[in-house]
C-alpha cells in the first residue's frame, strides 16, 4: 500500500499550519511554502538550487483573522492526489517531496507557479528537473522492476542507486531510512558525503542543458515538417523532382551547402521542401541525409515577446545551439530575405549577422526561399550572406505540369470540400487561369481557382433556402403575438395566434424535408461552368464569354460590328479577320490579339469601331483604355505612359497605361491620332507590338497578350480629299481606282510619318471610306433609337416620323466632317427643345410623343 513519507506528511502539515494563520484554503501557494519549510527534504534542496526560498513564498500572504478547520482547494487537493499517481508510476510504494512538488508544477495557472515565474524559473522547466532527479534517484529502475514482476524491493533499488550516485557507504543509511523511501535515503547521502553536493550539481547543470536542447523549445519557434509528413498532414508534392533533386546535390556538397529557392510567389517553392521532407520520411534520399529533419522556422514567433534589448539574440542563440546540438536538423527559412534586420534593435544584431558566423563554420545547414525580386533588392545586397547560399531556381511550371499538379492535390480538395472535381474542371483551371489571371503565377492561381470554385458549390448547395428562413422568421413573431395576447389574457387571439404558429411549423417541416431530399439528390461536382464563373468573378469578364465557344463567338463578330459602325463594311471585315486569326491559334499567343491601324477622315466611326470591338469581344464597352496621344506631345510625357523614374514626382503612382492594362487585362487599347504624339511613343509600341509586354519603371512585367492595340490617324485625309481629275464619264472601274487611290494616299502619307519597323509589326492597315447619305440615314436610326431609349428611362414615350428623320438628316450632312455634324444637328433641333419642355412642365412622365416636321419646322405633338 502506498503510503506519504514523514518529510511529505510534514510538508501538508506546514501548509495547513500556514492556512489557519492567513484565514483561507490550503492552496497550492500553501504547499510550495510547506515544501520549503521542511528542511532537507528533496524539494527544499531543488528549489534552493533554483534560487527560491521561504521568503519569496510568504511575502504574498497577509495576516487574517484564524480559522480553527481548514480545507484544501480543488488545485491543491487534485495536486496531492496525483503525487500518489506519479510514485505509483515511477515504481515507488512512498510518496515524497519531489512527488509532491512535481504534481504541483503541473498546475502552470496555479500561484504557485505565478510565485516562480516571478522570480524568472520557467514551472515546466523545472518540472522536468524534478523529474530528472526522480529517476536518478531509482524511480527508473523501480519502474522496470515492477513492470516486469520482479519481487526486487523498491527501497532495495533506491538503495542501489544512491550507492552509485553517493558511495557505499550510504548504503547502510538508504536501508536505515526504508521507512521514509528514497527521498531520505538520498538526504542521508547529501549530509553525509561531501561529494554528493558536486555530483547534484552536475545532475542540476546536465538537466538544465537537455531542458534547453530538448524537441520543446524548439518546437515554440517554428514546425517539424517531417513529422508533418510521417503524419500525411502535407499535401502531395507533383513534378518537382528535378528542383528537389537540385536541393539534395545542393545539401550533400561539402561547402555552400545552403540552397536557397528563388522564384516568383506561388510558383511552389515551399512545395519543394515538403517535397524534401517526404522523401525524406520514405528514405528516397542519399545517406547524408537519411534521418534528417526538416525544421521550418517561424520568424514571427522568435521575435515576439522579445521586449528588452538583448533578448532576441538569447533566444536565437539558445535556438541555434538546441539545432547545432541535436546535429540532424535542416533549418528551413521561409522568405529568408525577412532575416535581414529582422530582431536588430539599437545596438543589437538582426538574425543574418547572427547566422553568418554558423554558416561560415558549416555548423548549420540552411535551406531558404524568396522571390527573385527581393533576393535582388535586399539578399544580393549582403555578399557575406549570399555567397553563403546557393542558388536554386524554381521556374513557373506549365499548363500540362500544372493540370499533373492540380490532378496530384484532387482527393485533398474533394475530402476537404465533400465534393467531385471533374478533370474538365482540372483543365480549364490550368487553361483559364493562365489565359486570363495575368498577374500571378501558375500552379497557384489554379490552384486557387479549384479551392474556391469547391468552396462556392458546397456553400450554394448547402444555403438554407429563403422559403424556410422566412418561415423561422414567422414563428418568431407568431410566438411574440402569442405571448402578447396571453399578457392581455384575449384567448380569441390566443388561440388565433397558436393556430397561425402551428401550421407555420407545418409548412417549416415540409420544407426542410424537401429541402434535405433536394440536397440528397444535388450533384455537386464542379465542372468548367464553376471554374469560368469563379474566373468572370476574378476578372470582371462576364461568365457567358468565357464559356461561349470560339466558333459560336467570332463567328458573330463581323455583322456585330456592321451593327453599330454603318458604312465601313470592309473595315469591319478586316478587323474580324484579323481577330479570328489570331483566335485560331495561327498567331503567337505571346503578342497581342490583334493590332490595327484605322486611317481615315474624321467623324467615320474609327472610334466607334474600338468601342464596338471591346464590347464584341469583352462584353463591355467600359473595357476601352483610351490614350489620347495629343497629352503626350513633350518628350517627357512619355514616360507617363510606364512611369516616372525612380526618385522623380509621380514615380509611385505607376505609368498611366501600365497601370490601366494591369487592372484590365482584357481590353481594347486605343493610342487616339497617333502623330499628334512624340516619336519616343513609337519605341514603347515596338515592345508591345512584338513581345506582348511592357516593364514599367518599378520593373513589374505588364502583358498585352490579351488586349487589342489599335492606333488611329488622320495621316492623308487632306490629300485623299482631293480628287484626281479624268476625262469622260465616271464608270465602275473609276469609282474603284479612286477608292484605291484613297487607300494609298493615307497608306503613303503614313510611312512618311511613322517608322517602317511599327507598320511592319501591325496586323492590318484599315482605311475608312467617306459616308454618304444612305449611311447617315441607318446612323440617324441609330442615334433616334438611343434617344427613345433615354426618354423610356423618364417614362416618357416617343416616336420620330419618317419626315422628321429626313429634315434632321439634311441639315446634319456634311461629307467632310462624317457623322459629328449629325449628332450636333440632334442636339440642336431636338434633345434642346424636348429638354425645355420638361423643365417647364410640358411634357411629363406617362406622355406619349411624336416628333413631325410640318411647315419646315420639327413639331412636338402629344
Request: aromatic share 6%; proline share 3%; with cysteine.
Amino acid at each position: 500500500m502506498i503510503t506519504y513519507s514523514d518529510n511529505a506528511r510534514l510538508v501538508l502539515q506546514r501548509a495547513s499550519e500556514l492556512a489557519v494563520r492567513t484565514g483561507g484554503l490550503v492552496c497550492t501557494e500553501h504547499i510550495l511554502f510547506g515544501l520549503l519549510d521542511v528542511d532537507g527534504s528533496a524539494a527544499q534542496r531543488l528549489l534552493n538550487q533554483c534560487g527560491v526560498y521561504e521568503d519569496d513564498v510568504i511575502r504574498v500572504f497577509s495576516p487574517m483573522p484564524t480559522r480553527p478547520n481548514v480545507e484544501m482547494s480543488t488545485r491543491a487537493a487534485r495536486a496531492v492526489q496525483s503525487a500518489k499517481d506519479v510514485a505509483t508510476r515511477l515504481g515507488s510504494q512512498v510518496v515524497g517531496t519531489e512527488h509532491i512538488l512535481y504534481t504541483i508544477l503541473d498546475e502552470t495557472s496555479s500561484v504557485a507557479s505565478e510565485i516562480l515565474r516571478a522570480k524568472g524559473i520557467d514551472p515546466e522547466y523545472l518540472q522536468r528537473l524534478t523529474y530528472s532527479a526522480i529517476v536518478s534517484s531509482g524511480g527508473g529502475r523501480a519502474a522496470m522492476c515492477l513492470a516486469n514482476g520482479n519481487e526486487e524491493s523498491v527501497n532495495d533499488v533506491l538503495s542501489g542507486y544512491i550507492s552509485d550516485f553517493f558511495g557505499e557507504s550510504e548504503k547502510k543509511g538508504a536501508n536505515r531510512q526504508g521507512q521514509n523511501g528514497g527521498e531520505n535515503a538520498l538526504h542521508s547521502g547529501f549530509a553525509n558525503n561531501e561529494n554528493a553536493f558536486g555530483k547534484a550539481d552536475n545532475l542540476y547543470e546536465n538537466s538544465r542543458k537537455n531542458a534547453e536542447n530538448s524537441d520543446f523549445d524548439l518546437s515554440k519557434f517554428g514546425t517539424d515538417l517531417t513529422a508533418k509528413a510521417r503524419n500525411g498532414k502535407l499535401d502531395p508534392v507533383i513534378g518537382r523532382g528535378k528542383e528537389t533533386e537540385r536541393v539534395i546535390q545542393v545539401l550533400c556538397r561539402r561547402t555552400k551547402n545552403n540552397p536557397v529557392l528563388i522564384g516568383e510567389p506561388g510558383v511552389g517553392k515551399s512545395a519543394v521542401i515538403d517535397g524534401l521532407a517526404q522523401r525524406i520520411v520514405s528514405g528516397d534520399v542519399p545517406d547524408a541525409l537519411r534521418g534528417k529533419i526538416v525544421f521550418s522556422l517561424d520568424l514571427t514567433s522568435l521575435v515576439a515577446g522579445t521586449r528588452y534589448r538583448g533578448d532576441f539574440e538569447e533566444r536565437l542563440k539558445a535556438t541555434l545551439n538546441g539545432i547545432k546540438q541535436r546535429g540532424n536538423v535542416l533549418l528551413f527559412i521561409d522568405e529568408i530575405h525577412t532575416i535581414l534586420k529582422a530582431g536588430s534593435s539599437e545596438g543589437g544584431l538582426d538574425i543574418a549577422n547572427i547566422l553568418k558566423p554558423m554558416l561560415a563554420r558549416g555548423e548549420l545547414q540552411t535551406i531558404g526561399a524568396t522571390t527573385l525580386e527581393e533576393y535582388r533588392k535586399q539578399f544580393e545586397q549582403d555578399s557575406a550572406l549570399e555567397r553563403r547560399f546557393q542558388p536554386v531556381l524554381v521556374e513557373e511550371p506549365s499548363v500540362s505540369d500544372t493540370i499533373e499538379i492540380l490532378q496530384g492535390l484532387k482527393p485533398k480538395y474533394e475530402a476537404h470540400h465533400g465534393v467531385t472535381i471533374t478533370d474538365e474542371a482540372i483543365s480549364s483551371a490550368a487553361i483559364l487561369s493562365d489565359r486570363y489571371v495575368a498577374d500571378r503565377f501558375l500552379p497557384d492561381k489554379a490552384i486557387d481557382l479549384i479551392d474556391e470554385a469547391a468552396s462556392r458549390k458546397k456553400i450554394f448547395s448547402f444555403t438554407t433556402p429563403s422559403e424556410i428562413r422566412d418561415l423561422e422568421n414567422k414563428i418568431k413573431q407568431a410566438d411574440l403575438d402569442l405571448c402578447e395576447a396571453k399578457r392581455r389574457d384575449n384567448f380569441e387571439l390566443c388561440a388565433k395566434y397558436k393556430a397561425l404558429r402551428d401550421d407555420y411549423i407545418e409548412q417549416k417541416e415540409k420544407a426542410e424535408i424537401e429541402w434535405k431530399e433536394k440536397c440528397a439528390n444535388t450533384d455537386l461536382s464542379i465542372g468548367e461552368d464553376e471554374i469560368a464563373e469563379v474566373v468572370g468573378n476574378w476578372t470582371g469578364i462576364p461568365v457567358k464569354r468565357i464559356t461561349e465557344g470560339e466558333s459560336e463567338k467570332l463567328v458573330n463578330l463581323e455583322k456585330t460590328l456592321q451593327s453599330r459602325v454603318i458604312g465601313q463594311d470592309e473595315a469591319c471585315t478586316a478587323v474580324a479577320k484579323a481577330v479570328k486569326r489570331a483566335r485560331a491559334g495561327l498567331k503567337d499567343p505571346k503578342r497581342p490579339i490583334g493590332s490595327f491601324i484605322f486611317l481615315g477622315p474624321t467623324g467615320v466611326g474609327k472610334t466607334e469601331l474600338a468601342k464596338a470591338l471591346a464590347s464584341a469581344l469583352f462584353g463591355d464597352e467600359d473595357l476601352l483604355i483610351r490614350v489620347d496621344m495629343s497629352e503626350y506631345m513633350e518628350k517627357d510625357s512619355v514616360s507617363r505612359l510606364i512611369g516616372s523614374a525612380p526618385g522623380l514626382v509621380g514615380f509611385e503612382e505607376g505609368g498611366q497605361l501600365t497601370e490601366k492594362v494591369r487592372r484590365k487585362p482584357y481590353s481594347v487599347v486605343l493610342f487616339d491620332e497617333i502623330e499628334k504624339g512624340h516619336p519616343d511613343i513609337f519605341n514603347i509600341l515596338l515592345q508591345i507590338l512584338e513581345d506582348g509586354i511592357l516593364t514599367d519603371s518599378h520593373g513589374r512585367t505588364v502583358s498585352f497578350k490579351n488586349t487589342v492595340i489599335i492606333l488611329t490617324s488622320n495621316i492623308g485625309a487632306k490629300e485623299a480629299a482631293t480628287p484626281q481629275r479624268t476625262l469622260g464619264f465616271a464608270s465602275e472601274r473609276s469609282v474603284e481606282s479612286e477608292g484605291e487611290r484613297v487607300r494609298q494616299s493615307h497608306i503613303q502619307a503614313l510611312k512618311g510619318t511613322m517608322k517602317p519597323e511599327i507598320i511592319n509589326r501591325i496586323d492590318e492597315i484599315v482605311v475608312f471610306k467617306k459616308l454618304d447619305k444612305e449611311n447617315l440615314f441607318k446612323i440617324a436610326d441609330l442615334m433616334f433609337a438611343s434617344l427613345e431609349k433615354r426618354l423610356e428611362s423618364k417614362d416618357i414615350t416617343a416616336h420620330i416620323t419618317q419626315s422628321a428623320k429626313e429634315y434632321i438628316v439634311s441639315e446634319g450632312y456634311d461629307a467632310e466632317y462624317g457623322a459629328r455634324p449629325l449628332r450636333r444637328t440632334l442636339q440642336r433641333l431636338v434633345e434642346d427643345k424636348l429638354s425645355e419642355k420638361l423643365i417647364r412642365s410640358e411634357i411629363a412622365a406617362g406622355d406619349k410623343i411624336t416628333i413631325d416636321y410640318k411647315d419646315g419646322a420639327l413639331v412636338f405633338e402629344k
